[in-house]
């Protein structure tokens, strides 16, 4: 069993009802824990309620978010 931990998360809201989420994330099992960074899109309800559509992981490894962070920002 996986238990996921949010903690810190911060949001952008884009467009009409749209959000991007970027936070970070530990995952908890028996075997130990993982640190990652997650960037997911949302939306909201007309309640205001948040729903995520789709969801990218990293790992929290330096070299990666600076390729990801890079690539992003080159493109």
Not at 13 to 18: A, D, I, K, V, Y
Not at 42 to 47: K, N, V
């Amino acid at each position: 069993m996986v238990e996921f931990e949010t903690i810190r998360a911060e949001k952008k809201e884009f467009g009409r009802n749209n959000f991007v989420e970027v936070a970070r994330k530990k995952a908890k099992t028996d075997e130990g824990e993982n640190e990652f960074i997650s960037v997911s899109r949302g939306y909201f309800l007309p309640d205001g309620t948040e729903r995520f559509k789709k969801s990218l992981t990293i790992p929290d490894d330096p070299a990666i978010k600076e390729f990801v962070a890079e690539k992003i920002k080159s493109m």
